[in-house]
């Protein structure tokens, strides 16, 4: 299996040992070539099979995990992926330990255009409605 380095870990853990990737129904799908291209070219899961004229999956570990862009663009239903419900224990981990506030500080860091400044205004109203008073 080929993998881009830098796709071979989410948040630190292993991705091969996170089950997510899509997989293509073949009696539902009609080969158009869609889900090829709305995956992004870093990440390439999927192939195309000239003899049987319908996508493939290639490389589901290069799938971004959470990703479902795929399966929202087949216009034949044809694409599925694991209950994201399967994600909510390792994504409860990262939270829980610190992983994903460290990610974020570092983010915001390296993009300070990503943090927004509420208005003064706005802020004594949060303050206001939920201890009464602000001081």
């Not at 539902?28 to 000239?50: A, I, M, P, T």
Request: aromatic share 6%.
């Amino acid at each position: 299996m080929i993998m881009c380095s830098d796709l071979s870990k989410w948040h630190g853990i292993e991705r091969a040992a996170i089950e997510w990737g899509p997989a293509i129904d073949e009696d539902k799908c009609v080969g158009c070539g869609l889900c090829v291209v709305q995956c992004s070219e870093r990440r390439n899961v999927f192939g195309y099979d000239e003899t049987k004229r319908k996508a493939i999956v290639l490389y589901p570990n290069n799938c971004m995990v959470g990703c479902n862009n795929c399966q929202v663009a087949c216009l034949w239903d044809a694409i599925t992926f694991p209950s994201p419900s399967e994600l909510k224990k390792p994504a409860r981990d990262l939270v829980d330990s610190g992983v994903v506030r460290r990610e974020l500080e570092e983010r915001l860091r390296r993009n300070p255009n990503l943090v927004m400044e509420l208005p003064s205004s706005l802020i004594k109203k949060i303050c206001e409605d939920q201890v009464g008073t602000c001081h």
